[in-house]
């Protein structure tokens, strides 16, 4: 089946550390993305990737750091130098190349930090 | 990439057609109307797009304007499974260059009542 996955679905953190989310996808997308959710809000950009070794950051990446060794991998850090972190996270990944693409989700990790 | 205007929410009674309109009046003339959906705690499920012309697959059916300036979406027999959070997204294809990420404002809301 392919597919991208996130593990772990909850996950709960003391503030002051940080924590590490995991984006796995078996699609050979070059692209991959991480989002941010919160209650009732739509999702924000946090950091993209478009090939291994390579990402850049979207719109909310202060607090965060991600890495891409591999194509298929694509995991999150979330600092404690994030304000906020309580969240629901969400990966995405996505053909490249000129033209339409649409986006394939994982199925979320939702953050709690106390 | 152009603003998307939604209502916050809609009801539609199982079995009937959800119609979901979705107003973009400033899009311009290479952008793509996207649709996603979002079921409660679940990453985000590609629809359809379309540019100029009515698109319909096995999920649902896209109507846009012959001005382009608003589209609907169409469920054709929603079922208790299709309630969820739907995003009207507008966006020009890729370019081959920078990001490809999707803006997802608040959406609309579809409760489907037995």
């Known amino acids: 089946d392919g597919g991208i996955t996130q593990s772990p679905k909850y996950l709960f953190r003391k503030e002051g550390q940080n924590v590490t989310l995991s984006c796995e996808q078996n699609?050979?997308?070059?692209?991959m993305y991480w989002y941010r959710q919160d209650p009732g809000q739509g999702l924000r950009l946090i950091y993209y990737?478009?090939?291994?070794?390579?990402?850049q950051k979207g719109d909310i990446a202060e607090g965060y750091s991600v890495s891409r060794e591999k194509k298929e991998s694509f995991p999150l850090t979330v600092t404690s130098a994030q304000k906020n972190p309580t969240a629901f996270y969400l990966c995405?990944?996505?053909?490249?190349?000129?033209?339409?693409?649409?986006?394939?989700f994982g199925p979320g990790t939702r953050l709690t930090v106390t | 990439d152009a603003k998307t205007t939604q209502p916050p929410s809609m009801d539609c009674a199982e079995g009937r057609a959800a119609n979901l309109p979705c107003n973009h009046s400033?899009?311009?003339?290479?952008?793509?109307v996207y649709w996603y959906r979002q079921i409660h705690s679940q990453g985000p499920q590609y629809i359809i797009h379309?540019?100029?012309n009515n698109e319909t697959n096995e999920m649902a059916s896209l109507i846009i304007t012959e001005d382009r300036k608003s589209s609907t979406l169409i469920l054709p027999h929603a079922t208790l499974r299709d309630t969820a959070v739907y995003y009207c997204?507008?966006?020009?294809?890729?370019?081959?260059?920078?990001?490809?990420?999707?803006?997802f404002g608040k959406g609309t809301k579809l409760s489907v009542i037995p």
């Open positions: 995405a990944s996505s053909t490249l190349g000129q033209g339409v693409h649409e986006q394939y």
């Open positions: 990737s478009q090939i291994v070794n390579d990402f």
């Open positions: 699609l050979n997308h070059d692209a």
């Open positions: 400033t899009i311009s003339g290479n952008e793509y």
């Open positions: 997204i507008v966006r020009p294809p890729y370019s081959g260059a920078g990001s490809y990420q999707l803006t």
């Open positions: 379309g540019l100029k």
